[in-house]
């Protein structure tokens, strides 16, 4: 069996440093190739179109162009591309700005090296992943925009497969759901994937918008 093509992925960042700490972490890690780094947003956009990455590490703040237009624009002309936010800023504007430019995650820099490999990865495969904080805010946004209707059916889950979904909801990770209600984290990883899978959603953040939506939160 052939071994499947590494991920590609392009950096943008407008501080070298930071820029080039993170393509060579993460070009250490199997399965993901850094195709090439970008300066600023306008940079990054440029970059990708001529590259077509399969992902792409956009910090928020930037020069010339600023990484949620970037990403608005490379949701554009690059649809297949998925775009991961990933900045030291967890501002609830940032956030919502950032889920409005269709991007794949939302996440913030002290995510090690491994984990952020991992997110690349899923991202890839179509999973968003978001920073606990991230999904709070979007949450809390939802809950002042006020309830959304719903069809008020029980959706078919065991008493724990809720007390996680309700968890999730508040922007827990799963060790932390796991100390909460004194299960292996392996555990509530698997009552994650089933709640997903029952729901037919695709990630955590759509259980959370779920959980809000229908009252369980």
């Known amino acids: 069996m052939s071994k499947p093509a590494p991920v590609r992925v392009l950096v943008a960042d407008d501080q070298a440093m930071v820029r080039e700490g993170i393509a060579s972490l993460i070009g250490l890690e199997p399965g993901i190739e850094v195709i090439g780094t970008a300066r600023d947003g306008r940079e990054a956009v440029e970059l990708a ?14 020069p010339v162009l600023n990484g949620l237009v970037a990403a608005a624009e490379l949701r554009e002309s690059l649809p297949s591309c998925r775009v991961i936010m990933l900045t030291t800023f967890n501002d609830e504007e940032y956030v919502l700005d950032a889920a409005r430019a269709g991007t794949s995650g939302y996440l913030l820099k002290d995510l090690p090296s491994k984990e952020l490999a991992q997110a690349i990865r899923l991202a890839h495969a179509g999973v968003h992943q978001h920073h606990p904080t991230a999904v709070r805010h979007l ?35 799963n060790r932390q759901i796991a100390a909460r209600l004194h299960l292996s984290v392996g555990t509530v990883k698997n009552y994650v994937s089933n709640i997903l899978s029952r729901l037919g959603l695709r990630d955590r953040m759509q259980a959370a918008l779920y959980a809000r939506d229908n009252g369980l939160a």
């Open 49 to 62: 179109v001529a590259t077509t990455p399969d992902v792409v590490l956009m910090d928020v703040r930037m």
């Open 139 to 173: 949450v809390a946004a939802l809950d002042r925009a006020g309830p959304t209707p719903h069809s008020g059916d029980r959706p078919d889950l065991t008493e724990r497969e809720f007390d996680v979904l309700r968890l999730i909801a508040e922007g827990n990770t």
